[in-house]
């Protein structure tokens, strides 16, 4: 499904009708606000769709840091009917994500949450309140705590060994698209972790999940225009399109969900418990203060696994691409790595948490300095104003968009020197700066009450990852190929625009 062609053809006219539509209306539509808000400065506006037009076409992260520089690191752009609050500084993301939290902890209700995560019943864009509070609480405790991570640890072992031989059968001299590899590998773990085994239809479902994640970005149309929105949504077929992934999510979680309680129900020894079987003894069990339907256990799983694929996968083709840059990090990590593991025919994650504390200090300062470049979602999920405040003298509307452009701020020379902008890990050392949520120059995974609570998912994937393909192979450019494209698809994610494919000579070790 080619998503970007959804809006084109009518797109144009209609928000040209609705133009000559308000100027006419303006006059009875506007209201007077008892006094003149110091509203945040911004780029200059057009009627009706406001400042819209200079996020077209441009890679937004890239784009708000720009306008950012010209109009201060708190800022506000109109998205049709909707204000775009835009923190770009250590300090303005800290009075959003730990100063007014509070205020900023719901989401926008966006119609992708509607239709597609069976009425923003998810944790990612569930409203603030009980409802909210309680399901994280569950997730932190039951989903994504230490212990049931570490559960996992097989699963991420049979998936990199599984990769390391297809990456031995390639032979050295043909390429290996690492790009694809690590979805692959992302998709693998989070499908085995979540329901026990592959899906069946993977084409098929990761198409929709994808399509899902894209509109529910906040940036369509129909979700900027809210008084218009349902009209929008039908005449650009963005409704179609919620309604024909959440047709195919809705039937092979269903199919998942059955065919896990058949396998519970039939069970005469003790049962690997994969996160739907979690979700399904926590339902049967009850007493969790909220109802735990079928539906929330689909939307926690949707959550899973579009949190727990693409951006895996992101991080680690930037990883592998910085590393191809910088050939004196590769090595020095490369030795780090063999060094630990001398003699070893393979490397379980058991080998890799007895050694990373004391001997692979500098694969964390490697991952840290990956995430500060490359940040898996670089403007966070949006926020939502509960209440209108006041931030450095500005006044912030109730149910303004809210975003932290953590993209920006992890390559502002403010607060990270001169050389911001290169792949340098030995910044983080002796630092104290780190990704949970309390340095905000720092902000992977955002902080506050909304901070992404699947970090002790992601990174152990990144890490043994990283260590397989660098203990057993050394990896080279194609021929003729001279260096390593790093241009950025479009889009809100920041993935790259080519594949990253590479040659690997196994590494014998002696």
């Known amino acids: 499904m080619d998503v970007e062609l959804l809006y084109q053809p009518l797109l144009l006219s209609i928000l040209t009708m609705a133009a000559l539509i308000l100027m006419i209306l303006r006059p009875f539509l506007t209201n007077t606000r008892p006094h003149k808000a110091r509203l945040p400065p911004g780029p200059w506006k057009l ?3 406001g400042s819209m037009h200079h996020l077209m076409n441009v890679l937004p992260h890239r784009a708000l840091r720009d306008l950012a520089a010209v109009h201060g690191p708190l800022m506000m752009l109109q998205l049709g009917e909707t204000p775009l609050v835009v923190a770009s500084s250590r300090e303005m993301a800290r009075k959003v994500l730990k100063t007014h939290d509070a205020n900023f902890a719901t989401r926008p209700k966006l119609l992708g949450g509607e239709i597609v995560l069976y009425g923003w019943s998810d944790i990612a864009f569930s409203p603030s309140g009980e409802y909210w509070r309680k399901l994280r609480q569950l997730c932190a405790a039951e989903i994504l705590s230490a212990k049931r991570v570490l559960s996992f640890r097989h699963i991420r072992e049979q998936q990199m060994a599984s ?19 690590f979805h692959d590998i992302a998709n693998g773990i989070v499908a085995h972790a979540s329901f026990g085994n592959a899906l069946m239809n993977t084409k098929e479902f990761l198409s929709a999940l994808k399509t899902g994640v894209i509109l529910t970005s906040g940036f369509m149309v129909p979700d900027l225009f809210p008084t218009w929105r349902s009209a929008l949504a039908a005449a650009t077929g963005m409704r179609r399109a919620l309604e024909e992934v959440h047709r195919t999510v809705d039937a092979t979680l269903d199919d998942i969900i059955r065919e896990r309680k058949r396998i519970r129900a039939s069970s005469m020894s003790a049962l690997e418990e994969n996160l739907v079987d979690v ?13 735990l339907s079928e539906e929330t256990i689909k939307a926690v799983i949707f959550d899973m696994l579009t949190a727990g694929t693409g951006t895996l996968a992101s991080a680690l083709s930037w990883g592998m691409s910085e590393l191809m840059r910088h050939e004196r990090v590769m090595r020095k990590l490369q030795a780090e790595i063999r060094g630990a593991f001398c003699g070893k025919a393979t490397v379980t994650e058991a080998d890799l948490q007895l050694q990373s504390g004391s001997s692979l200090p500098y694969l964390k300062l490697v991952i840290k300095e990956t995430l500060r470049l490359h940040p898996p979602a670089p ?4 926020r939502e104003s509960i209440a209108e405040c006041e931030i450095e003298g500005y006044v912030i509307p109730a149910r303004s968009r809210v975003i932290v452009n953590a993209w920006a701020i992890g390559r502002d ?8 902008g290169e792949f340098r890990p030995e910044r983080f050392e002796d630092s104290g700066i780190e990704f949970h949520g309390s340095s905000f120059e720092f902000l992977p995974f955002g902080a506050g009450r909304r901070m992404c609570p699947g970090i002790a998912y992601g990174i152990p994937v990144l890490e043994m990852a990283l260590v397989q393909l660098l203990y057993h192979f050394d990896w080279s450019l194609p021929d003729g190929v001279a260096e390593v494209d790093m241009e950025e698809a479009p889009g809100l994610g920041v993935r790259r625009k080519s594949p990253l494919l590479l040659c690997a000579t196994p590494f014998v070790t002696m």
Not at 413 to 420: F, N, S, T, Y
């Open 47 to 49: 009627p009706v769709i």
């Open 413 to 420: 020379p403010e607060c990270w020197g001169k050389d911001a």
């Open 379 to 382: 403007l966070l999920v949006p």
């Open 163 to 181: 990769e390391v031989e297809r990456i031995r059968a390639a032979g050295p001299s043909t390429p290996v698209d690492l790009s694809a590899m």
């Open 279 to 291: 979700l399904i003894g926590l339902r049967e069990r009850g007493g969790l203060g909220f109802d």
